[in-house]
Nanobody
Framework: QVQLVQSGGGLVQAGGSLRLSCAAS????????MGWFRQAPGKEREFVAR????????YYADSMKGRFTISRDNTKNTLYLQMSSLKPEDTAVYYC??????????WGQGTQVTVSS
């Protein structure tokens, strides 16, 4: 079982940058894929990006390509999402998760990102 602690959200002006962190603990050695998701008020949760832990391969939703970068620090067991060129439509609660937790609908509280125009 993996426990996740998310941080790094906040208020930023359009065009600015922000980095989100997701510290993982527990049986992380059995987790091979991790990802970022987001949900804006009144909208469905959407996929942002995923990363294969051991090899570092990544995949992004089309709207995130070129602006967001997912990465991980293996020694710190921490997942990151570097966001740049932020837009007001990026305003949402951001979540990190694993396939196991997501399949159990366990999303935690996430971290709020607000982009002002």
């Amino acid at each position: 079982q993996v426990q996740l602690v998310q941080s790094g959200g906040g208020l930023v002006q359009a065009g600015g940058s922000l980095r989100l962190s997701c510290a993982a603990s527990g049986r992380t050695f059995s987790t091979y894929i991790m990802g970022w998701f987001r949900q804006a008020p009144g909208k469905e949760r959407e996929f942002v990006a995923r990363i294969w832990w051991s090899g570092g391969g990544t995949y992004y939703a089309d709207s995130m390509k070129g602006r967001f970068t997912i990465s991980r620090d293996n020694t710190k067991n921490t997942l990151y999402l570097q966001m740049s060129s932020l837009k007001p439509e990026d305003t949402a609660v951001y979540y990190c998760n694993t396939p196991y937790r997501a399949s159990s609908n366990d999303w935690g509280q996430g971290t709020q990102v607000t982009v002002s125009s």
